[in-house]
């Protein structure tokens, strides 16, 4: 008979996923997992309609690179090339908000649902209307339509990317479950 040992613990030690289970910090709720990115970038699509982001200041920003890439860059080309960027970022922006905020709306869901589509292009629009209406109130920024319609484009853009995504995807996956089915020769 093994001889008694009261300094030892009779109890084993507990197994990994015992003391995992204890262990778990707080669970980030499913709705701040899907809209947070959403929220960053709208933050940073406000932050981007202040005097910072004005055309005088990216200009003296972008003009030097672009004269060091290309030094016989004339003052019309530097303008132009400088007003193409601009205006891509507008509509870049949007894509990517518009992409951002379908995630949001669909949150841990699968799939496509034209709701989930549309509330997201027509929250990316709404925004981008509000945005030109804070420009407004910038001393160094102009408000104008033109600028929030080709916002409104880019998030239209995004929503056509999704649904084609998800329209391919499930042409795909069609394909693949009758594949699946067809017996074999």
């Not at 992409?99 to 841990?108: C, F, I, N, Q, S």
């Not at 001393?139 to 329209?167: E, K, P, Q």
Request: with cysteine; aromatic share 16%.
């Amino acid at each position: 008979m093994p001889e008694l040992q009261p300094w030892r613990n009779p109890r084993p030690a507990p197994h990994l996923p015992e003391i995992q289970a204890r262990l778990r910090g707080p669970r980030v709720p499913a709705w701040l997992r899907a809209w947070w990115p959403a929220v960053v970038w709208a933050g940073l699509i406000f932050s981007m309609s202040t005097d910072t982001f004005s055309a005088e200041h990216t200009g003296s920003i972008l003009e030097p690179i672009l004269r060091w890439l290309v030094p016989s860059l004339t003052k019309d080309q530097f303008l132009a090339i400088h007003y193409f960027i601009r205006k891509s970022a507008h509509f870049t922006e949007y894509f990517i908000f518009c992409l951002l905020l379908y995630r949001g709306v669909r949150g841990e869901r699968k799939g496509w649902r034209w709701t989930w589509g549309l509330a997201a292009l027509f929250c990316a629009a709404g925004y981008s209307v509000l945005d030109e209406i804070h420009q407004a109130f910038v001393a160094s920024r102009t408000a104008s339509a033109y600028d929030s319609l080709l916002d409104a484009i880019g998030a239209f853009a995004a929503f056509s990317v999704l649904w084609m995504w998800f329209r391919w995807r499930r042409s795909a996956r069609e394909t693949e479950i009758a594949a699946s089915r067809a017996p074999l020769a």
